[in-house]
């Protein structure tokens, strides 16, 4: 166990709907990263958050928007999703940005379908 | 571009036995974080091995160590004494640091299956 919870477990969705998944960081994490694990692939940076504020993004359209919460918690938004967003979405969560020493801990992932 | 190459989609070991996951990577900095994660069936991203690019010696955690050839940018992973909990998907990944966040850039995986 990492201490880092995502919810919901399992998500269909319509394309074109929008969608939010939501991550629980262990206390004192200041740092979320999210990740987009396509099947058969590896993770793919989306975005990163450091004390609330975005800090980094990878190649991923302005449809996929994130916050980040006071109380350590934090949330992946898409819209006007599309199919090839199907994906198995993790977070991970760390103490800071101290120079790359810092472990990430990862959540369980949400598994999104888009029909 | 940064990219880490994993050219073992599939690989099997007999339970005890050892057995090495390949990775390359390609970047042109010169301190870096490596990693191998594991990802069993439940989905959730373990950590299982971390070297750092400046230390010359390869790092080691009980049962599993590292092959890290700095000059030849490869990073291999070795499990001795395999057990049947050790089948899982290993990602090897490369830690990035642009405009101020730090990302993790994975390959593709190699899938572990131990035979009892």
């Known amino acids: 166990e990492t201490g880092v919870t995502q919810s919901p477990t399992h998500l269909i969705k319509t394309r074109g709907q929008q969608v939010t998944l939501r991550c629980s960081s262990q206390?004192?994490?200041?740092?979320v990263s999210w990740y987009q694990q396509a099947l058969g692939q590896g993770p793919q940076f989306i975005f990163q958050y450091y004390r609330e504020e975005e800090n980094g993004r990878g190649n991923f359209p302005p449809r996929f928007s994130g916050l980040q919460f006071p109380n350590y918690s934090s949330e992946l938004n898409v819209n006007a999703l599309e199919l090839d967003d199907s994906a198995l979405y993790l977070c991970?969560?760390?103490?800071?940005?101290?120079?790359?020493?810092?472990?990430?801990?990862f959540g369980p992932g949400t598994r999104l379908t888009v029909t | 571009a940064q990219t880490v190459t994993q050219s073992q989609p599939e690989m099997s070991v007999q339970e005890a036995e050892t057995v090495t996951l390949s990775c390359t990577y390609d970047t042109s900095e010169s301190d870096y974080y490596l990693f191998w994660y594991k990802q069993p069936p439940s989905r959730q991203m373990i950590l299982v091995i971390r070297?750092?690019?400046?230390?010359?010696q390869n790092a080691t955690e009980n049962r599993f160590s590292v092959n890290f050839q700095k000059a030849a940018k490869s990073f291999s992973l070795k499990i001795s004494d395999s057990q049947l909990g050790d089948a899982a998907m290993y990602f090897c990944?490369?830690?990035?640091?642009?405009?101020?966040?730090?990302?993790?850039?994975f390959g593709k995986g190699t899938k572990l299956t131990v035979n009892p």
């Open positions: 206390s004192g994490h200041n740092t």
């Open positions: 990944a490369y830690l990035v640091e642009e405009g101020g966040s730090e990302k993790l850039v």
């Open positions: 070297q750092e690019a400046y230390k010359q």
């Open positions: 991970a969560s760390s103490v800071g940005l101290a120079g790359m020493s810092d472990e990430q801990y």
